[in-house]
């Protein structure tokens, strides 16, 4: 489809950013396993990523802590499936409803958006 995608109503929840496509991946993150978007406790809308979440909003962003990992607060852009964030951080880089692989690489970034002690 030609044109530009936001993605926004092609999930079960709004996600926003830049040149969201049905997978939710964004212009900052396209490679095939960048499928997951993240809602954070500062904002009812869900991102593709950090930079998207900077971009749609003037607020610092704010990180999970740790008692409430229990929220669902990932989407997985394949299934539309909305995960808890504990069950995304136990997935192993792998949706548990359709098994799409996650980027591994985003471990490098929990710590933008959980408060994860990081080793
Ligand atoms: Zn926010
Ligand atoms: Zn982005
Ligand atoms: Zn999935």
Do not use: K, Q
């Amino acid at each position: 489809m030609a044109g530009e995608p936001t993605g926004e109503d092609a999930f079960c929840v709004p996600v926003r950013g830049i040149a969201v496509d049905s997978e939710t991946r964004c212009s900052h993150y396209r490679t095939d396993w960048d499928v997951i978007a993240i809602t954070l406790p500062c904002c009812e809308t869900f991102f593709p990523c950090f930079e998207c979440h900077e971009t749609y909003c003037e607020h610092e962003a704010e990180r999970w802590p740790p008692d409430r990992f229990d929220e669902r607060a990932i989407l997985c852009g394949v299934c539309d499936s909305v995960l808890a964030i504990e069950t995304y951080l136990a997935s192993e880089h792998r949706c548990p409803h359709c098994e799409a692989a996650f980027n591994p690489g985003c471990t490098n970034h929990w710590d933008r958006y959980f408060r994860v002690e990081s080793e």
